[in-house]
């Protein structure tokens, strides 16, 4: 069954607000942000892979390897090194190692660094994970809207 066959109803909410006649613009353009390049909207992939860098080297080089403790068995430590290791690195860098190591960075608004509260608000909901899944049409997860930050391409 092609969309011409399909009853009006669901070809918007099957084909999305596009199908619909919407135009939303690219992810970032209500923020003044750039489609390509260099301080364009970071994408979805970079953003994951970027925490799950993160989370590897909190779990097993500082937690196993630098502290010495089973992650298996105290399982609140990893998270912890994760809350510390991000805050610090996001209010002094506006980066983790993972999103170093993948070319992109955290920026408020104006394109500046996040500064101490900004990095605070936005780790602790990132240790929550659910504000950090919840994203809007411009990339931001919950956790970056509240800080009032965008993860950007460098």
Do not use: K
Not at 3 to 24: K, N
């Amino acid at each position: 069954m092609n969309s011409r066959q399909q009853p009006r109803w669901t070809q918007t909410w099957l084909g999305g607000v596009r199908s619909a006649g919407v135009d939303l613009g690219y992810p970032g353009e209500r923020l003044g942000l750039p489609e390509e390049g260099s301080g364009a909207a970071a994408g979805a992939g970079r953003r994951i892979l970027a925490v799950l860098i993160d989370w590897m080297i909190c779990t097993w080089a500082i937690t196993r390897g630098f502290l010495g403790v089973e992650p298996a068995q105290q399982a609140w430590v990893p998270l912890a090194v994760f809350g510390v290791t991000t805050f610090l690195l996001t209010a002094t860098m506006g980066m983790t190692f993972g999103m170093r190591l993948l070319g992109i960075r955290v920026a408020t608004l104006d394109g500046g660094r996040p500064g101490l509260v900004a990095a605070a608000a936005r780790t602790v909901l990132l240790c929550l994970a659910v504000p950090a899944l919840i994203w809007d049409r411009d990339q931001r997860g919950l956790h970056d809207r509240a800080a009032n930050t965008v993860v950007v391409r460098m």
